[in-house]
């Protein structure tokens, strides 16, 4: 009877994983997409912070939705045996990912049925409400150790980079879950520790002086630059907040100087009624002005001779009646002195009847 070869110790990838139970918003069956809140910082499913300072450019480049963290199926995590190469798949892909009100918020989007039936299934999941948590994996960039009042730990977990979110069930076997959650526990402890590297790895943690120094500052010049850029931020806006007055002081003193020159236009035409203008005509050679501007409308205007009186008038006694009725007859016309004036004759009848009084 042969014996049983001797299983290689499973390896951390160091990709931590975690769930944060029910944490479905809306299904939509039309475009096959389910929106979720993927990460809080309440404990999660492990007993541990995850802080929501989520680091996501690699993600945002290739943001998968994977089924059961099935990454990693070949390495016996969740199920302990082999699997198929279409079990690799994604089911989907996210959109719009983002942090929104402290929380990891994104849009789940599932491939169709002819392309993945995994992922037909895990959509119809939510549908019927079978399936109603996602869980992300990600490498935390920091961990952190803290004592609980009740003497327990707690690590909090920050600076994350985000690598996928899986869609999951609700575990079935609780034991199989509270030794996967002991191990990688394990992991974290010594990584909060300086025991080991963020990666899983074995790794000094430890600086010589030299290093620490220098780990110093570079850290106080990334503090700097952080600050200068802060205050430059500062500025920027303080520069749009005042650049955003004067536009509205400019058009309010533009609207002033409109108002003034369209005054003077009205005034300086009124002047010519009577005298180059009829009261009719007035409007129209107001908005002419403001059209074309005054000085054109007055040179034009200057070269009409003056308007001839429009009121009867008396010459010798008689009346100077208006050609059938449609023009005025020029007084000195009528009495017979083509370059008598209209204003010449009302006086020299004034001072006629003056004398026969």
């Known amino acids: 009877m042969g014996t049983e070869a001797a299983q290689p110790e499973r390896q951390w990838d160091g990709i931590v994983r975690r769930?944060?139970?029910?944490t479905t918003r809306g299904v939509d069956v039309a475009t096959r997409s389910v929106e979720v809140v993927a990460s809080t910082t309440t404990i999660d499913s492990h007993g541990d912070i995850v802080e929501q300072d989520w680091i996501?450019?690699?993600?945002?480049k290739n943001p998968v939705v994977l089924w059961h963290?099935?990454?990693f199926e070949s390495s016996g995590w969740s199920f302990g045996g082999a699997c198929d190469p279409e079990d690799f798949l994604p089911i989907g892909h996210s959109k719009n990912t983002r942090v929104e009100g402290g929380q990891l918020v994104a849009l789940l989007k599932f491939g169709s049925k002819e392309y993945n039936e995994m992922s037909e299934r895990v959509f119809l999941g939510f549908v019927e409400e079978h399936i109603r948590a996602v869980s992300v994996g990600f490498y935390p960039g920091k961990v952190t150790e803290e004592l609980t009042p009740g003497g327990g730990t707690i690590y909090r977990l920050s600076s994350n980079e985000l690598l996928e979110i899986s869609a999951v069930p609700i575990p079935s076997n609780p034991d199989a879950v509270a030794k996967a959650i002991a191990w990688e526990r394990q992991h974290l402890g010594r990584i909060a520790a300086g025991k080991a590297a963020i990666s899983g790895k074995e790794a000094p943690m430890a600086m010589t002086p030299e290093e620490k120094a220098a780990f110093d500052a570079a850290l106080s010049e990334s503090k700097t630059i952080r600050e200068r850029v802060a205050t430059l931020e500062s500025e920027l806006r303080t520069e749009k907040t005042e650049g955003a007055k004067l536009i509205v002081d400019l058009k309010s003193a533009s609207d002033r100087a409109k108002a003034a020159e369209d005054a003077l236009i009205e005034q300086k035409l009124k002047e010519l009624v009577g005298v180059k203008i009829t009261t009719a005509?007035?409007?129209e050679e107001i908005e002419t002005a403001k059209a074309l501007g005054i000085e054109r409308v007055l040179k034009r205007l200057s070269l009409r001779p003056d308007m001839k009186m429009l009121a009867p008038?008396?010459?010798g006694g008689s009346t100077v009646k208006h050609d059938n009725g449609a023009h005025p007859i020029d007084a000195?016309?009528?009495n017979g002195d083509a370059g008598y004036g209209s204003d010449e004759i009302v006086k020299?009848?004034?001072?006629?009847a003056h004398r026969a009084a």
């Open 19 to 22: 769930s944060f139970g029910v």
């Open 56 to 60: 996501l450019d690699r993600y945002l």
């Open 69 to 71: 963290h099935n990454n």
């Open 281 to 283: 005509e007035l409007p």
């Open 313 to 315: 008038a008396t010459a």
């Open 332 to 334: 000195s016309e009528a």
């Open 348 to 352: 020299s009848a004034s001072e006629s």
